[in-house]
């Protein structure tokens, strides 16, 4: 009976799969918007390749791959000159995946990996890869900055956007402002069902439900208690975790600000907000650990100096 047990044995950790259900893969993961490679405040790609080094991600979607033009306004904003996603890839020595295609769901958008990138989504806010001979789903999205509900509860004036009073007004703002490219997104996801693993990348442009509580009102973190739809969308409609809220509960013990390292948290023109997500998704999902990434602590994880960009990143460690 003993040999019978050690011949089976050997044909299960023989066959494939198994000794991947049994060992669980560990994946470094990281969004950036990256302004332009650091373009926009004339700053040479070299820095935004030093910010990712201190990650050492496996998969990172980067956002705003192009210049922002010059003038960029709340209304209008194309991207211009060429994508710095294959500089920045061959660089590190990674795969990559320019986003080309034109919707409301992406803004010069790129996906890095170090592992193979297999093929798009319909809409190209996702690709997949093969991690290990897992299948991983990685999507990257850039929502729109307009209207911008932080500045439009503050009576910050951003475009033509009228200001507002309440959450529930703020809810819909959001929801109208970004809803449209989230169906895009729900519709790629289909293609991810079935897979070990999937996660999202994006500068939302919007804060989280997570973030503006009733906890961090009282704190003085935030105006008013709003709950934000985009990301309780990928929650609750997604499946999907929040990787730093997941390692970090409590907005008002772990406040995050990924808007931005440009202007000081007393600024009357602006509100420091976090709008950059790592999102996951898988049967056995675990958050080993996760932060953000910027010029200087506290705001900053993982610091990282000269910073290049207008948005601190985001990043975290998980096991599936």
């Known amino acids: ?152 509860v503050l009576n910050i004036e951003y475009g033509k956007a009228p200001f507002l009073k309440t959450a529930a007004e703020a809810e819909a703002a959001a929801k109208a402002a970004r809803g449209p490219a989230l169906d895009l997104f729900f519709q790629d996801l289909k293609l991810a069902d079935g897979a070990d693993a999937a996660f999202v990348f994006g500068d939302f442009n919007e804060p989280s439900h997570l973030d503006w509580t009733e906890a961090a009102v009282k704190a003085g973190h935030q105006p008013l208690a709003v709950s934000y739809p985009s990301a309780q969308r990928f929650e609750t409609a997604g499946g999907f975790t929040d990787l730093f809220r997941a390692a970090f509960p409590d907005p008002v013990a772990k406040p995050a600000f990924t808007w931005t390292p440009t202007s000081e948290p007393t600024a009357k023109d602006d509100h420091h907000d976090r709008i950059d997500y790592t999102l996951g998704r898988a049967k056995t999902l675990k958050v080993v650990k996760a932060g953000i990434v910027g010029e200087k602590a506290p705001e900053a994880d993982v610091v990282v100096t000269p910073w290049p960009s207008d948005h601190r990143a985001t990043m975290a460690v998980v096991q599936f």
């Open 1 to 152: 009976m003993r040999s019978f047990s050690l011949m089976l044995s050997a044909i299960l950790l023989a066959a494939p799969g198994f000794a991947h259900a049994q060992q669980p893969v560990e994946l470094t993961v990281m969004s950036f918007n990256i302004w332009g490679g650091g373009g926009n405040a004339g700053k040479p790609v070299d820095e935004t390749v030093a910010a990712i080094k201190a990650v050492n991600p496996d998969i990172i979607g980067i956002q705003e791959t192009r210049l922002e033009p010059d003038p960029c306004t709340a209304e209008a904003c194309v991207p211009v000159g060429e994508s710095k996603a294959k500089a920045i890839a061959e660089m590190l020595g990674y795969f990559y995946y320019d986003q080309s295609q034109q919707n409301v769901a992406l803004w010069a958008n790129a996906i890095l990996s170090r592992y193979p990138i297999g093929k798009p989504t319909p809409h190209d806010l996702g690709v997949e890869i093969d991690v290990k001979g897992r299948k991983v789903y990685a999507f990257n999205l850039h929502l729109t900055d307009f209207p911008y509900q932080p500045y439009q």
